[in-house]
């Protein structure tokens, strides 16, 4: 029987639940969307000016249908009973113990919120499952609904991937590349599904580490990744997008799906293919490693008791998220060494930095790297009196700063380490900055060093 869908329960108010339902509420008027999630405080945050994640447009479209047909509520049993359709889009991060460790896809959200289904479904229900792993947890889903079935109620379950990226997604979800439904009725669908999630990812995610490649090769030989990638980028057949050489890639996604679909390789018997995608990773780490030691090592080779300042600390622009941002990683290194940092970013949240940084996988000692880092509301402040700068996110505010006055009050020689291409560095050079960045060679040029001009050398 054809089923109308007038109320809509989206069980997890992250990254994508949040924004998708909020998007599906502006364009639906006639349906009611009730997003639940466990935790208090991200509802609550969602019910208030400040809205739990940064996306641009997203407050716009959360005050247009917020209390109209668009409900945030940590009444999950409510929302789940009066819905004829159930998204999950809870998170499924890799697992942090036992086989597959760090590697192989948690599932174990997803399951909590399909034993939650059938514990408290007490109609048909559709349930959509919105996350990248839809065999498994399609399956995951099926089973457990189908165990606890009860008389007058039938689930009919379906996957559809999300593939926004943050930072756009408002945009991607309005204007979306492509929209992928699979039935449970099809296995080979179902499949298929699976490994074009995984593949846009590690495809998307290589590009990145092959340009990162070349640009240390452009270092070395002193010409412009730049260049390269406009010049390879023309070629229609590869296209231009995605070959930003930068510190490296961050975000929720790259890594996770493709350490996951490494250990799938593995576990299929497949050890070059595993390798072959694992190096995308292990490019991705070398750099950020090889952008720190950069740092370092114009730093006369110690950063003990220097004050740093980094600007940006999110994964890419236009988002507050920072899981797995390069700007992690980078700290670690210099804290490590012995650095004070002095971080800013416009939209990440002074608590989440620290907890970063505090964070068991990155420090053993929380309380001397409480110490060693201070957070700062601008970027003014976060400058002055810092040896270096370190630019680890390509906000469109950095570019228009007033690099005269951040030069005046910084210490002697003073240091720019661009890890995003985004400034203009001979006006830097000019203002006397010492420059450095990816894939790109620059020096200061000296002003009447041989034949009375400015020569570079
Ligand atoms: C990604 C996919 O793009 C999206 O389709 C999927 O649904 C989720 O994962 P997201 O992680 O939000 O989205 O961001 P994305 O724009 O893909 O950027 C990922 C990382 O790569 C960022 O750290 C970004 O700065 C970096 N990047 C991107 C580069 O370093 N160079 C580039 O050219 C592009
Ligand atoms: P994503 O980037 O995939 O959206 P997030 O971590 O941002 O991931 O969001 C997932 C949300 O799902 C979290 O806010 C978490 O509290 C919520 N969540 C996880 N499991 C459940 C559950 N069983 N019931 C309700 N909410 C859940």
């Not at 349906?31 to 407050?59: A, C, F, H």
């Not at 039935?183 to 179902?190: A, K, L, S, Y």
Request: contains cysteine; aromatic residues 8%; hydrophobic residues 40%.
């Amino acid at each position: 029987a054809k089923m109308v869908i007038k109320r809509i329960c989206c069980i997890g108010a992250g990254y994508v639940g949040g924004p998708t339902c909020s998007v599906m509420a502006l364009k639906c008027p006639d349906i009611i969307i009730t997003v639940v999630d466990k935790s208090k405080e991200r509802i609550m945050q969602w019910n208030s000016e400040k809205l739990p994640i940064y996306e641009p447009g997203l407050d716009d479209v959360v005050k247009t249908c917020r209390g109209r047909n668009l409900f945030f509520s940590t009444d999950i049993e409510t929302a789940i009973i009066e819905a004829d359709l159930i998204f999950i889009s809870v998170n499924t991060p890799a697992k942090s113990f036992g086989i597959g460790k760090g590697r192989a896809a948690d599932l174990k959200y997803v399951e909590g919120a399909a034993r939650m289904i059938a514990k408290v479904a007490t109609g048909d229900k559709v349930v959509v499952e919105k996350s990248t792993v839809p065999v498994r947890a399609a399956e995951s889903i099926l089973k457990i609904l189908r165990a606890n079935n009860k008389p007058g109620v039938s689930y009919q379950i379906l996957s559809n991937p999300e593939f926004l990226a943050e930072g756009t997604a408002i945009d991607d979800l309005i204007n979306a590349d492509r929209v992928l439904i699979g039935g449970e009725d099809t296995p080979e669908g179902q499949a298929a599904i699976e490994k074009l999630c995984w593949a846009a990812n590690a495809f998307l995610a290589q590009r990145i580490s092959s340009i990162n490649s070349l640009s240390a090769v452009c270092e070395a030989t002193g010409a412009d990744v730049t260049e390269v990638a406009k010049a390879v980028g023309l070629d229609s057949r590869i296209g231009a997008k995605f070959l930003q050489a930068s510190v490296g890639f961050g975000g929720s996604c790259f890594q996770k799906d493709i350490l996951n679909l490494v250990y799938i390789c593995e576990c299929l018997n497949l050890p070059e293919v595993a390798a072959y995608w694992q190096q995308v990773i292990d490019m991705n780490e070398y750099q950020k490693s090889r952008f720190s030691g950069k740092v370092i090592e114009a730093l006369f080779n110690t950063v003990t008791d220097k004050r740093i300042a980094l600007l940006g600390f999110a994964f890419k622009k236009n988002t507050g998220d920072t899981r797995e941002s390069p700007a992690i990683h980078v700290s670690k290194t210099l804290l490590d060494e012995g650095a004070k940092l002095h971080i800013y970013d416009p939209k990440v949240d002074h608590k989440q930095i620290m907890y970063d940084l505090t964070h068991a996988c990155v420090t053993d000692d929380p309380e001397k790297v409480k110490n060693s880092v201070s957070i700062h509301d601008d970027p003014y402040s976060a400058t002055s009196g810092t040896h270096a700068i370190v630019l680890c996110t390509e906000w469109d505010e950095f570019v228009s700063l007033d690099y005269e006055k951040i030069y005046d009050g910084m210490m002697k020689p003073a240091y720019i380490f661009d890890g995003r291409k985004i400034l203009d560095h001979s006006q830097l050079l000019k203002i006397g900055f010492h420059v450095e960045t990816i894939g790109k060679r620059l020096c200061r040029p000296l002003v009447n060093r041989i034949w009375g001009s400015p020569y570079q050398i």
